[in-house]
């Protein structure tokens, strides 16, 4: 509820800049091809590639995920903490507000507090585009 499955989108260059967000122009579609590479003629130097470009992006991922992190406990902060609130107001003047309320609100506070900062990034998708200098030039 507080921190929905989200998507992030990280483009990184051969020089570990990063480009996000990145899109290729009208000019550049026209002119790609799409088909099938042959990796392996290129493994050399996506060996030498690939490892940082992926060491950045998560990088890059975790900086843009720990953006949303700290939204996430800010509006658990605001939500549940003016919810706090508004019980133990409500306690001091309504005996049927009972301490298990609060306590519960309390468990449910110290969980998110506790649980939305290690949330977990994950790998769903690599996409490696590459020009056609890159594939004449190997």
Known sequence: RFLPP???CITV???LAERTPWQPSAHTLARAVDHVIDVT????YLT???PPMLRRGEELARRHADVAIAAALTAVETELGTERERLS???RINPGVSTSEMQALDVELAALRAAL???PLRLD???FVCSADFLASR
């Open 6 to 8: 989200l998507p992030l």
């Open 13 to 15: 260059d051969t020089k």
């Open 41 to 44: 003629r290129y493994r050399k």
């Open 48 to 50: 030498a590639l690939v």
């Open 89 to 91: 107001a409500l306690q």
């Open 117 to 119: 900062p290690r949330a």
């Open 125 to 127: 998708a690599l996409r």
